[in-house]
């Protein structure tokens, strides 16, 4: 064949061949698009509970209660052994005096508390952590510095946001895989069909010379133009359906511990995300169904 590498046609016929198997082809971009709309509604349902750990383990703290019998240059003195602890990254001192006015305040500063002696609290440290997943581990080494009565923390509430994330995301990669393979054997029977009816033309390009990257070529434009209208499609439905769910947030009442990243902000990476996986299904249904008709 004298024509190797002709964008034009390839593109051409690429175009020509959705349009002239329209059905499945519309078959074809539905399926990336409840692919692609699930994988990103799952990864983004983990990607914004990392970042609702992230502030959690930033705003997170464990207190730290000194043993009664120490005095406060005693408790003081415990700052480095304290910081010594792995997994902690900065601590806070308190005094009683001080922990008793934040007790009052708490309370409306009620008469009956206006009496109570300075000590009647203990002295503590507020410790903030690094990894939340560590935090019943570091509650047990700080519990082992000498000096150290008492340390208390919501470890429960640590350990449902850690499982949540993680049952999330484990789902999401499950669904990953199982709505790639789905959508490479939906758009690979969609060529499958194009190329069926092109089998004789096929065989008459071959020995004529043509080269099987020739024939190739137009059923890959065909799948990277599926892939990548399915994905932009996706894309701005997912923005959508984002918005309603975050609205909603927004409203509840009982949702304040709640917060999502706003989509804006992840659009530079969601699109690139969504037009890659899109052209990889594409392309590879592509490349899978043309591959038995070359075997002429």
Known sequence: MARKFDTGYFVSEGVHSIFTHGFMSFAAVC????CLLIMGSFTLLAVNLDNMLGDLESE????VYIDETYTEESARALEPALLQVPNVTGVTFMTRGEALEEFKQ???????????????????????????ELMAQTMTDLEQVEGVGEVVAAVEIAEGFVLVRNIATGVALVL???????SLF???????LATFYRRDEIAI?????ATDGFIRWPFVVEGM????????????????LYQMVASVIVQGNGLSLVTMIPYTSMVGTILPVFCGVGALIGVGGSLVAIRKFLQV
């Open 225 to 240: 133009v599926l892939g990548l209208t399915g994905s932009l499609v996706a894309f701005f439905l997912q923005w959508g």
């Open 60 to 63: 997170n703290e464990l207190a």
């Open 186 to 192: 939906i758009i690979a029977n969609t060529i499958k």
């Open 31 to 34: 399926m990336i698009v409840a």
């Open 205 to 209: 390009m071959k020995m004529c010379g």
């Open 176 to 182: 990953i895989g199982i709505l790639l393979v789905v």
């Open 106 to 132: 708490d309370r409306g500063n009620v008469e009956i508390l206006e009496d109570l002696p300075d000590d009647v609290l203990r002295d503590r440290y507020y410790v903030h952590i690094e990894d939340i």
